[in-house]
């Protein structure tokens, strides 16, 4: 199945969770040739997701902002 849809570069980023979310990887290339930054951290609807052997989130910076209303 092909889904005609575009891949934003400039928004979009790669980041590995897992046992060997350290190792060195090859980059990703989309179709139109443009290559996928790595990231260890993505900001997704305001949470923070770090790279990590497991899932995790960081509530640093949502703490900061609560702390700031104070």
Same mark, same amino acid.
């Given at each position: ?8 570069? &400039? &928004? !979009? $980023? ?16 989309? $179709?139109?040739?443009? &290559?996928?930054?790595? !990231? ?16 995790? $989130? !960081?509530?640093?910076?949502? &703490?900061?902002?609560?702390? !700031?209303?104070?």
């Amino acid at each position: 199945m092909w889904l005609d849809t575009v891949i934003n570069v &400039k &928004k !979009s $980023c790669c980041m590995r969770i897992g046992p060997r979310n350290d190792y060195t990887v090859s980059n990703i290339i989309t $179709c139109d040739g443009h &290559k996928l930054r790595w !990231s260890n951290e993505i900001r997704y609807l305001g949470t923070f997701i770090v790279q990590s052997r497991q899932f995790k $989130c !960081s509530l640093d910076y949502a &703490k900061k902002i609560v702390l !700031s209303f104070a």
